[in-house]
């Protein structure tokens, strides 16, 4: 399983995320006519682990944007992705998954966007792992 798909799985399942947003977590984009609130993702960057053994794992920075309707439910969408994602470890994506080392908020912003009447919260996570 590659890490996009682990992160999909992840926040599509937690019950604080899905909560919110069901299942209306998108890669890359919202889809048109999305309902809201709803949730994007991007990586943005990876960087290899390496150690004197050899490559021990990825660290790739994902943005992760939260959006609503309002400035509030943008950001309740936000404290529940932080509440699933920050400091994780562990399996994610299920069985198949890969090993989370750790994720972590690296930053943590709120955009208007006034041409589509929407609000943003966006997220930068780095997320430290290998696979299975």
Known sequence: MRIDEALYAHLSTDAG??????????????????????????????????????????????????????????REVAEAVI?????????????????VRGAFLENDQQINEPDAKLHRVSLDFVIHWQEV
């Not at 994602?85 to 562990?90: E, I, N, R, T």
């Open 17 to 74: 995320v899905s909560a919110l947003t069901g299942t209306r977590v998108y890669p890359e984009a919202l889809p048109q006519g999305v309902t809201f609130p709803a949730i994007t993702y991007l990586q943005v960057s990876s960087v290899p682990i390496r150690t004197m053994g050899g490559r021990q794992g990825r660290s790739p920075r994902f943005q992760i944007d939260c959006w609503g309707s309002t400035a509030t439910s943008a």
């Open 83 to 99: 509440a699933a994602l920050d400091h994780y470890s562990g399996t994610m994506g299920g069985v198949d998954g890969v090993i």
